[in-house]
């Protein structure tokens, strides 16, 4: 993903805020690294310094090397994970983004991420989700769009 730059008048290159696009696109490589077995993918979609929570403190990560294990590390993991974005949302401005989400791992989980933004990538990432065995239309079926 490029990520949108400019030189200041020193010459040194300073980021600017994301799109939607860029976040889209964002979102979508933290999907496909998963989706695809390949840790290293997602996590360098997250800064150094970031924080993964589900709150209050059901899963707590801190940083791109913590999160890179989490995600499955050299090793890979034992079940393939799948996750599929139904919306996404986001605040170029504020650079605070949402994704509705169903995820498989051990369980299927329906849920929502709020991300926060910094030099375009996910500093701040907390989730809340529901396991549940129904797929996403079921699931959704009362209020489905």
């Not at 500093?123 to 489905?144: A, C, I, M, P, V």
Request: glycine share 8%; aromatic share 16%.
């Amino acid at each position: 993903m490029e990520r949108n730059q400019f030189t200041d008048g020193l010459g040194r290159r300073e980021s600017m805020n994301l799109t939607f696009k860029d976040f889209e696109q964002l979102m979508q490589t933290v999907s496909q690294g998963w989706n695809e077995g390949n840790a290293r993918k997602a996590a360098e979609c997250f800064s150094e310094d970031a924080v993964y929570v589900e709150p209050p403190d059901n899963q707590l990560y801190h940083g791109r090397a913590e999160l890179y294990e989490f995600f499955g590390g050299d090793a890979g993991t034992d079940l393939p994970m799948r996750i599929t974005w139904h919306h996404l949302a986001f605040h170029e401005q504020e650079q605070i983004g949402f994704g509705e989400y169903t995820f498989q791992f051990n369980n299927r989980y329906h849920g929502i991420v709020v991300v926060k933004l910094e030099s375009g990538l996910i500093k701040h990432w907390r989730e809340y989700q529901y396991r549940s065995d129904l797929g996403w239309e079921e699931f959704t079926r009362h209020n489905s769009f």
